[in-house]
């Protein structure tokens, strides 16, 4: 009987564990065997199996031996020469080597092979016995594992009982060997950690979490060139690595991550066998095996096979087993058109090929056609009758190209007029068909089936695209037509034109209709307008909400409340308007001051046209009624414009819940198929720089309505985009412990208390959801926790905890509120002891004295930390620390970086002086956003910049000039000056005030260095950090 279909290391072994669990006889054992070769075929690199059969083998050699087992004495003389000792040491061999790149358990299978190794030979030790096992130990050692120590000392036994006086010499040269193995595992042990904890955790989702994340850095280790003197990462390390993933998780089941392994074996094929790499058909096949309904993985499947010269019998075979399996159409008929365009792609490169013969060239003539209708049968099975196929006819295009090549024309063009029925509507149908008559036309006379292509597409009233259609036709009547018909079609232009714009007033009206009666009801259905939201987005951020320049501090609770009950939230969507052919030259000042009259303008966006003739702008007013009053602007005239003045209702979607790196073209590029983007609005991150939600205004109501069916997709499988339309009334309350009164914020901890001792004292209320403990990069407590129960009760009933003492402390315990209030942002990378610059809190918190400081005597010095430290300044104030992170770990290893937008700028420690130049000569002047270009300099440089100014007045003439006498400083050279350290014990620091200077104390130099020896030295230029980068680090 047939083995049923299983999959995954855990399936074999469930289906060979039945199997010799029931073996009564020579003849079942040995089927037994077949089967674990049938499981090691399926899952090559799985441990559980390799062992499971490396026992298994194992038992059969003992158990034919002697009469102990119970064999008949027939079937144990059989057995002693099928599963003989040689055979058996061979089994655990091939088990050894084929699990040994697997990091995390490798070890289990080596360990007790050698154990056999040793024990056999303990019974008659020859020399060349013992320096086989002294090899095979060196080795292992050679190659990363877990357990490199747990080999060593097996070795350091070993040599001890069979080779003594040699036992310093071999440690010595073991350990020279294995030291690449152990940097490279060294590199691994942190994702190993996090991989082996979400495992024992049991939860899917972070194995897959921290699975993906470590295959991910993995697969790009093999690209780097290594640093000097450190280890290269060889690509097998990445294959068992996205082995064990695939073999033995649940991430077998996923068809993206076989997809991403194929794709590295296919970068990694020229150089495979150099590197031990495995064959890329067998995982392909293996691939489609796990995932039979990934119409991707078959269709590499075939373009593969193709690549590697396959007979057509072979390739048939492949089509088959691809429709034959009932899953294809699992996530639906796009998989089944995916595997398909590669098969009728393969079959037409088979009459393409040189030497292609006549059976070639009558493949493709009966397999295309049918492939075509065998699609959309399936289409049909599926979907029913009313199947129209693929939207973008990819399949058709391929039999009309090979109709076309073999010069069949009137057949290939019966195929476009076959489509025309059901593709009329689309655009992108007819400049294709256009398209391919303009390459079949004849050298001779006017291109007249082209003209009739454009002259039938125009004629469609449900055109999706007419506008762009009839800018075709026109440009194609001018280039290739007589002035008669360039004449008719520009009349026929001129009256479809006026009927395309009454039909988009009319989609327009309809949308806006639409969108109200939602917001009507939307507005019904909120609870609480007023409550506090963590996905409130309306939140100060736009110019004219900016506090004056000097006001520093939060706005008190009392005055945001009056203001809320005086003014409503923006409302964007009912107070903006988009106005259309502007003058290209247009500024925002002029702009203003044509729509003053109509209200206050809140903010203007600006953006020409691609053909630099006209400009867009989308203006938002203050109220509704001003916007409403401003479309009496429609049709009227600015210069020697006329103006298009259309409202902005459904235009603009709130966007949340995305990478905190994301940026203006990750957003473009995530929206690319829902319409054009005019622009896109950040939130300021002055005072809150946890911020993370933008406004994305897109041309037309049809596309923002398209955007927002991206609302909920996953990111990357971390994040879930959040894609709405924005609506002040449509806002959620806060959720979460602190929110729902849940947690509590205790403080006065003593320094020593775990969190397990935090939970058991808090536990007597009630169940305590989470507990965590504040820490300092250094790993020591703050002497605060957040304590979040189950239910808000129990939270309350903890408060009694307030003002009792605990261990050698009296806690101080209240309810957790939240803050807002966020001027500064740090991201850090492993422990810093550079102390923050005077004055600057946005450092992180200050750390406890050296004797709390397990790190403080090892701690850089001033002058070191000074060297490997930047700022760049000039960065907006919309940008957030994990792009300005992103954009600065390029140059090297990162400390910390601290994001300060009150002083436009941030401060970047890094790891070492060398990267801190390299990068500092890369970011000057380099383009953050699109018109600011970045400055690098010191500590003084930064917090000598003042925050960024925004104002919508209307400015008349060029503003202020400076003082008379006064001339502007330059640009100060780049300079790392030391960052002033805190006060420690026994140090006096100032409160902000310079003293009086001595009568004698030394003359300062240009740059501000004293001339007090060595102590005080010169910052460093742009040029003597390109001296230290180009040196090494060496000066």
């Known amino acids: 009987m047939a083995d049923p279909v299983v999959v995954g290391e855990d399936g074999w072994l469930a289906l060979v564990d039945e199997a010799s669990r029931t073996a009564g006889d020579l003849e079942q054992r040995i089927g037994v065997v077949e089967k674990y070769k049938r499981a090691i075929a399926a899952e090559p690199w799985s441990n559980k199996l390799w062992l499971a059969y490396c026992e298994w083998f194992w038992s059969l050699y003992t158990d034919c031996q002697n009469g102990d087992a119970g064999w008949p004495e027939e079937e144990q003389q059989v057995g002693q020469e099928l599963f003989s000792l040689a055979v058996a040491l061979d089994v655990w061999s091939e088990g050894s080597q084929a699990t040994q790149y697997r990091l995390n358990d490798s070890h289990e299978l080596w360990n007790r092979w050698m154990s056999i190794e040793l024990e056999q030979l303990s019974k008659s030790p020859t020399q060349g016995q013992i320096e086989r096992a002294r090899s095979l130990f060196f080795d292992r050692l050679q190659v990363p594992h877990a357990r490199w120590d747990e080999t060593s000392q097996m070795l350091s036994t070993f040599i001890t009982k069979f080779d003594e006086p040699a036992w310093e010499a071999t440690m010595i040269e073991s350990t020279r060997v294995g030291k690449v193995a152990k940097e490279l595992y060294s590199n691994?042990?942190?994702?190993?950690?996090?991989?082996?904890?979400?495992?024992?955790?049991?939860?899917?989702?972070?194995?897959?979490?921290?699975?993906?994340?470590?295959?991910?850095?993995?697969?790009?280790?093999?690209?780097?060139?290594?640093?000097?003197?450190?280890?290269?990462?060889?690509?097998?390390?990445?294959?068992?690595?996205?082995?064990?993933?695939?073999?033995?998780?649940?991430?077998?089941?996923?068809?993206?991550?076989?997809?991403?392994?194929?794709?590295?074996?296919?970068?990694?094929?020229?150089?495979?066998?150099?590197?031990?790499?495995?064959?890329?058909?067998?995982?392909?096949?293996?691939?489609?095996?796990?995932?039979?309904?990934?119409?991707?993985?078959?269709?590499?499947?075939?373009?593969?096979?193709?690549?590697?010269?396959?007979?057509?019998?072979?390739?048939?075979?492949?089509?088959?087993?691809?429709?034959?399996?009932?899953?294809?159409?699992?996530?639906?008929?796009?998989?089944?058109?995916?595997?398909?365009?590669?098969?009728?792609?393969?079959?037409?490169?088979?009459?393409?090929?040189?030497?292609?013969?006549?059976?070639?060239?009558?493949?493709?003539?009966?397999?295309?056609?049918t492939a075509l209708e065998d699609y959309l049968e399936w289409g049909r099975r599926r979907h029913g009758e009313e199947y129209r196929g693929d939207p973008l006819f990819r399949i058709e295009r391929i039999l009309i190209q090979h109709l076309t090549q073999k010069g069949s024309v009137a057949e290939a063009r019966s195929h476009w007029q076959r489509l025309v029925h059901i593709h009329a509507d689309s655009y992108e149908f007819w400049q294709q068909y256009y398209l391919w008559e303009m390459t079949v036309r004849s050298s001779v006379g006017p291109p007249t089936q082209a003209t009739e292509v454009l002259i039938q597409a125009i004629g469609r009233r449900t055109l999706d695209w007419p506008e762009k259609i009839m800018e075709v036709y026109l440009r194609h009547c001018h280039n290739y037509e007589e002035v008669d018909s360039l004449l008719k079609a520009m009349s026929t232009v001129h009256r479809l034109t006026k009927v395309v714009g009454a039909r988009r007033q009319k989609e327009a009206a309809e949308a806006a209709v639409a969108y109200a009666q939602q917001q009507h009801v939307s507005h019904y259905e909120t609870l609480d307008d007023d409550a506090p939201s963590s996905a409130s987005k309306r939140k100060r951020e736009a110019a004219s909400e900016e506090p004056e320049a000097g006001a520093k501090k939060k706005f008190k609770s009392a005055d945001q409340d009056a203001v809320r009950a005086q003014h409503a939230k923006r409302d964007r969507e009912n107070t903006t308007v988009l106005v259309a052919n502007l003058p290209p030259e247009v500024t925002q000042t002029k702009v203003r001051q044509y729509f003053k009259e109509y209200g206050h303008l809140n903010n203007v966006t600006l953006k020409t046209e691609a053909d630099k003739q006209s400009t867009t702008a989308l203006i938002e007013f203050r109220t509704p009624e001003e916007a409403q009053s401003a479309l009496l602007r429609d049709a009227k005239y600015f210069g020697g414009n006329q103006l298009q003045v259309t409202p902005g209702t459904g235009l603009t979607l709130y966007v949340t819940n995305y990478p905190p790196t994301a940026d203006d073209s990750f957003l473009r590029h995530l929206f690319k198929d829902c319409g054009e983007i005019f622009s896109i609005r950040w939130p300021s991150l002055k005072h809150n720089t946890h911020r993370r939600f933008c406004y994305i205004s897109f041309r037309t109501a049809i596309g923002a309505a398209a955007a927002?069916?991206?609302?909920?997709?996953?990111?990357?499988?971390?994040?879930?985009?959040?894609?709405?339309?924005?609506?002040?009334?449509?806002?959620?309350?806060?959720?979460?412990?602190?929110?729902?009164?849940?947690?509590?914020?205790?403080?006065?901890?003593?320094?020593?208390?775990?969190?397990?001792?935090?939970?058991?004292?808090?536990?007597?209320?009630?169940?305590?959801?989470?507990?965590?403990?504040?820490?300092?990069?250094?790993?020591?407590?703050?002497?605060?926790?957040?304590?979040?129960?189950?239910?808000?009760?129990?939270?309350?009933?903890?408060?009694?905890?307030?003002?009792?003492?605990?261990?050698?402390?009296?806690?101080?315990?209240?309810?957790?509120?939240?803050?807002?209030?966020?001027?500064?942002?740090?991201?850090?990378?492993?422990?810093?002891?550079?102390?923050?610059?005077?004055g600057g809190s946005a450092m992180s918190p200050s750390p406890a004295p050296e004797s709390y400081n397990r790190h403080a005597q090892h701690a850089p010095g001033q002058s070191e930390t000074s060297n490997r430290t930047i700022t760049l300044m000039n960065i907006p104030d919309t940008v957030n620390v994990a792009r300005v992170n992103a954009l600065v770990e390029q140059y090297g290893g990162i400390v910390k970086v601290v994001l300060r937008p009150d002083h436009q700028g941030a401060i970047i420690e890094y790891a070492d002086a060398v990267s801190a130049g390299k990068a500092a000569l890369a970011l000057e002047n380099h383009e953050i956003v699109p018109g600011r270009k970045l400055r690098t300099g010191g500590l003084k440089d930064l917090f000598a910049e003042k925050d960024e100014i925004r104002t919508d007045r209307i400015q008349i003439g060029q503003g202020k000039k400076p003082a008379a006498g006064f001339m502007q400083q330059s640009s100060a050279p780049v300079r790392r000056p030391g960052a002033g350290g805190r006060g420690g014990l026994g140090q006096k620091r100032g409160l902000g005030y310079s003293a009086p200077k001595a009568a004698n104390a030394p003359r300062a130099d240009a740059n501000g260095n004293g001339s007090a020896g060595a102590e005080n030295k010169k910052p460093k230029s742009n040029a003597d950090f390109k001296a230290l980068f180009v040196s090494g680090g060496n000066q």
């Open 188 to 369: 691994r042990e942190d994702f190993e950690l996090k991989v082996k904890r979400a495992i024992q955790s049991g939860d899917k989702e972070a194995i897959k979490a921290e699975m993906t994340a470590y295959l991910a850095w993995e697969s790009t280790q093999s690209l780097y060139k290594p640093k000097k003197g450190a280890a290269a990462s060889p690509p097998i390390l990445c294959v068992a690595l996205y082995e064990r993933a695939l073999s033995s998780t649940h991430l077998g089941l996923e068809s993206s991550i076989w997809e991403d392994y194929v794709v590295f074996l296919t970068n990694h094929k020229d150089d495979a066998a150099e590197n031990q790499l495995p064959a890329l058909l067998p995982v392909i096949q293996r691939a489609t095996n796990h995932c039979p309904w990934s119409g991707a993985l078959w269709a590499r499947y075939i373009l593969s096979a193709e690549a590697e010269s396959l007979p057509f019998s072979s390739m048939e075979q492949i089509k088959h087993a691809a429709t034959n399996t009932r899953d294809l159409d699992r996530d639906g008929i796009g998989s089944v058109i995916e595997f398909y365009i590669a098969w009728c792609g393969y079959l037409k490169r088979l009459t393409m090929i040189a030497g292609a013969t006549d059976d070639d060239i009558d493949v493709a003539e009966m397999g295309l056609p």
């Open 708 to 838: 927002t069916k991206l609302d909920g997709q996953s990111l990357g499988g971390k994040y879930t985009l959040s894609a709405k339309y924005s609506d002040p009334a449509n806002k959620k309350d806060r959720e979460g412990a602190m929110a729902e009164g849940r947690e509590i914020h205790i403080t006065s901890l003593d320094s020593s208390i775990t969190q397990q001792e935090l939970e058991e004292m808090c536990s007597k209320y009630g169940k305590v959801e989470r507990a965590r403990i504040l820490t300092t990069m250094t790993g020591e407590s703050k002497g605060a926790a957040f304590v979040a129960f189950e239910r808000k009760e129990e939270a309350t009933a903890s408060l009694e905890l307030d003002k009792t003492k605990f261990k050698s402390r009296i806690l101080n315990v209240e309810m957790s509120t939240g803050k807002n209030f966020k001027p500064t942002a740090t991201m850090a990378k492993g422990s810093s002891t550079s102390p923050g610059p005077d």
